[in-house]
Nanobody, 120 residues
């Protein structure tokens, strides 16, 4: 079992930055691909970013955040990060991290979410 706890959300003005953190419990963190997703009330959850297991050499991003957001991981701390720069009001959402233990794009574990609000 893996537990994920997000932190770092908050209120920021447009153009500002936030860094989200997701702390994971369990021994499988290093071997899990990790992802960030977001959801706005009344809309489906959408993919934001993904990082591969182990060294995290491979990353990919939604087109809407490419060039502004950066995903990274620190296996020693069992933590995955999402650095968000040049934030826009449309980035306002609840952000969730998720673990894909088999690196097959199936996310078995999810955090409780952290709210990000970007004011214009």
């Amino acid at each position: 079992q893996v537990q994920l706890v997000e932190s770092g959300g908050g209120l920021v003005q447009a153009g500002g930055s936030l860094r989200l953190s997701c702390a994971a419990s369990g021994r499988t963190f290093s071997t899990s691909a990790m992802g960030w997703f977001r959801q706005v009330p009344g809309k489906e959850r959408e993919f934001v970013a993904r990082i591969s297991s182990w060294s995290g050499r491979n990353t990919n991003y939604a087109d809407s955040v490419k060039g502004r957001f950066t995903i990274s991981r620190d296996n020693a701390k069992n933590t995955v990060y999402l650095q968000m720069n040049s934030l826009k009001p449309e980035d306002t959402a609840v952000y969730y991290c998720a673990a894909d233990p088999n690196s097959d794009y199936v996310y078995h574990y999810w955090g409780q979410g952290t709210q990000v609000t970007v004011s214009s």
